[in-house]
């Protein structure tokens, strides 16, 4: 089954950028921080970053996320989605208006501009279309950024929300969790290393 999980690292203090985020310093100052996680050697960060790979039928994001990592210090083939694993899933854009070029032409791009609902139905139409050529049940995973995210909880649209807690206080940027959302989790599971606290809730 198809499910639509909410994927993100935060701070301690509920920040998922530095302050004075922007499209050459998309995480903000002190940002990095909070991904070092996806970058460790660590055997159970490496499960995380391959498990959730693995089960990523496609990707949603925001415009301003975006424009960050199709810009010209964004993605790469060492630092994309899923770099040095599975493969690559599709990517839905949540827009008012599609660009008129795209650096990273390479990826599945879909551009919405109907807004985040349909754009996360679209998603979903891909994973699960991804997942009967697999033989696998593949997820849509919202990767951000943080307002993407802050609606769709608000929206009731997330399934499962999977935040990877980092132990840093960044003391402003872009908070998780700006007052839209009230709801039940259900803790599933946490896994803690050195980088990160891994948890895994069902949202109610």
């Known amino acids: ?17 530095g302050p004075d985020p922007g499209p050459r310093n998309g995480l903000g100052t002190g940002g990095e921080s909070l991904h070092e996680w996806a ?8 499960r995380v970053l391959r498990e959730g790979t693995a089960r990523s039928g496609a990707v949603v994001l925001g415009r301003r996320l975006f424009d960050v990592v199709d810009g010209p210090g964004g993605w ?4 994309g989605y899923g770099a040095g694993e599975v493969g690559t899933p599709p990517f ?4 008012s208006a599609p660009p008129t070029a795209v650096r990273l032409a390479h990826l599945e791009w879909t551009f919405v ?13 891909r994973a699960e279309a991804q997942s009967g050529e697999r033989g696998e049940d593949l997820d849509v995973v919202l990767m951000g950024g943080g ?27 872009t908070p998780l969790f700006t007052g839209g959302f009230s709801g039940t989790l259900v803790q599933r599971s946490v896994t803690a290393t050195s980088t990160a606290t891994h948890l895994v809730y069902d949202v109610g």
């Open 1 to 17: 089954m198809t499910r639509i999980v909410a994927d993100i690292s935060v701070s301690l203090d509920g920040y998922v950028t």
């Open 76 to 79: 790469d083939d060492e630092t």
């Open 39 to 46: 970058f460790s050697d660590h055997p159970v960060d490496r």
């Open 147 to 173: 307002a993407t995210i802050g609606s769709a909880l608000a929206a009731g649209l997330v399934e499962v929300l999977s935040v990877h807690l980092a132990p840093v206080v960044l003391g402003a940027g």
């Open 113 to 125: 501009t109907t807004g985040l609902p349909d754009a996360v139905a679209a998603a979903r139409r």
């Open 92 to 95: 839905v854009v949540v827009t």
